[in-house]
């Protein structure tokens, strides 16, 4: 696990610049049907029996990041019984870094891990999708300034 990671963040390592205005973080830009979180490291309620915190491992800076999400029952003890999957992209270029959902993957510690590319300074999000049986029980984004 720890080895396919580093792989892939060596495979990741190539920048994209843009020219492009540096908006400030906007909840009014948030992904549609997405609720905007709470702030890093804040419990958030994952439908009725659980909840989730995320944040990224380091504090993010060009280049790239990983986001880690955990979830805990609503008594404390940690599930990895969800999928979750997540994107990167920026609100005021929709599209332009976004790399479509990409599966979170479960360390052998039960934490799941997600490699970003930040590409350029501005406003950032980091889109998550939480499922379970098959089913979606959230959707949530983290909104950014870098
Ligand atoms: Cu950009």
Redesign the pocket.
């Known amino acids: 696990m720890r080895v396919l990671l580093a792989a892939l963040l060596l495979a990741l390592v190539v920048f994209e610049v843009?020219p492009?205005a540096a908006l400030a973080a906007n909840p009014s830009l948030a992904k549609r049907d997405f609720q905007v979180l709470p702030k890093p490291g804040e419990k958030v309620p994952l439908g009725p029996r659980h909840y989730f915190t995320y944040a990224f491992a380091k504090p993010p800076k060009l280049g790239n990041a990983v986001m880690r999400v955990e979830i805990f029952t609503r008594e404390g003890a940690r599930d990895t019984s969800f999928t979750v999957k997540g994107d990167a992209d920026?609100p005021?270029?929709r599209g332009?870094?976004a790399a479509g959902d990409q599966n979170f993957a479960l360390s052998k510690k039960g934490v799941y891990l997600l490699p970003v590319r930040l590409?350029?300074p501005?406003d950032w999000e980091v889109s998550f999708v939480f499922q379970k049986d098959g089913k979606t029980v959230l959707r949530g984004c983290y909104l950014f300034d870098l």
């Open positions: 843009h492009a920026m005021s270029m332009a870094h590409v350029m501005g």
